[in-house]
C-alpha cells in the first residue's frame, strides 16, 4: 500500500519560511520522480517544485529563488524548503510520487498571513 505522508504546513507572515517534508512507504522511492503541487481555493492544482531520481529539479516561476526542493533517499522522504513566503503562497501542498503512474499525499495547509 502506497503512503505519501506530508507535514509541516501552518500559519507564518509574510516574510517567513517554512518546510514541508513528504514521508513516503510502499515504494521504491529512489526511483520515483517526486513532486510537490498547490491548490489554492477556487483554483486548480498546480506543480510547485519537482525533483527527478537523479536529482534533477524544476520550479514553477512563481517560487524560483524562494523554494528549494530536494530528497533524502535513505530516509523516503522529500522536502521543500519554502523562504521569503508570500499571500499568494496560500495553499493547501500535495506531495506527488511519478512513474507512470501518480501517487499523491492528503495535503497539508499553508497559509501565509499577517
Known amino acids: 500500500q502506497v503512503q505519501l505522508v506530508e507535514s509541516g504546513g501552518g500559519l507564518v507572515q509574510p516574510g517567513g519560511s517554512l518546510r514541508l517534508s513528504c514521508a513516503a512507504s510502499g515504494i521504491i522511492f529512489s526511483r520515483y520522480t517526486m513532486g510537490w503541487y498547490r491548490q489554492a481555493p477556487g483554483k486548480q492544482r498546480e506543480l510547485v517544485a519537482r525533483?527527478?531520481?537523479?536529482?534533477?529539479?524544476n520550479y514553477a516561476d512563481p517560487v524560483k529563488g524562494r523554494f528549494s526542493i530536494s530528497r533524502d533517499n535513505a530516509k523516503n522522504t522529500v522536502y521543500l524548503q519554502m523562504n521569503s513566503l508570500k499571500a499568494e503562497d496560500t495553499a493547501v501542498y500535495y506531495c506527488?510520487?511519478?512513474?507512470?503512474?501518480?501517487?499523491w499525499g492528503q495535503g497539508t495547509q499553508v497559509t501565509v498571513s499577517s
Open positions: 525533483i527527478t531520481s537523479g536529482g534533477r529539479t
Open positions: 506527488n510520487a511519478n512513474v507512470n503512474y501518480n501517487y
